[in-house]
């Protein structure tokens, strides 16, 4: 890529980025700060967070409130959730469900924040259609949190791999059913599918 190709992308978008929206500074906002919300989780949930992994985390996280149409969303679903799969916490309470809700989140505010330009304001029946597919998905998440405590009290093997899978499946069964529900509900959304975070929007 040339220098002034380079040049030319990044006057993009500082550009882009004048033109927001309130409601899409809202939403980036959300993006930028939902994978914090997981670190600072896991840090409560007694895992070990190196400095490292909270700053690549950070610097995902900015990246995919600045491209919220990019694969960067993600890289910060698969980092947070690989690095919960690996670490010390080792249990299956409350964290891992905060944590799995933390990424649903993100992912919904990284995907409407990919609709239109910058300055783009969402109609209000767009944002309740997603509103409620991510209160659904939720529930489900709840659901499987709770099956998985239960599988838990019946003598699984205490191992962070064992726990960290959980979090893989809650986060799983939240995208799957946030996938699902887009058929069932685009229709009071007045829109066809939306792309989600690494996904292009719809022309």
Known sequence: MSQTTTRSS????????????????????????????????????????QVWYAFVVGV???????????????????TVGGHWATSSAGVLGYGVLVLAVALLVFHVAALLASYGPPSVVLEADLVLAWLGRAALATAVAAIVWVLARVAGG?????????FGGALLVLVAAT???????????????????APGPGEAPPG
């Open 60 to 78: 995902l996280a900015l990246g995919s409130a600045l491209l919220p149409d990019s694969h960067i969303g993600l890289l910060v679903v698969v």
């Open 175 to 193: 995208l799957l059913a946030t996938g699902l529900m887009t058929g069932m509900l685009s229709g009071s959304a007045g829109r066809p599918d």
């Open 10 to 49: 990044t006057s993009q978008l500082f550009d882009g980025l004048s033109r927001l929206s309130s409601q899409q500074r809202l939403l980036r906002l959300v993006v930028l700060l939902a994978p914090l919300l997981a670190v600072a989780v896991e840090v409560r949930a007694g895992a070990t967070v």
């Open 154 to 162: 019946l003598g699984l093997p205490d191992h962070p791999l064992v």
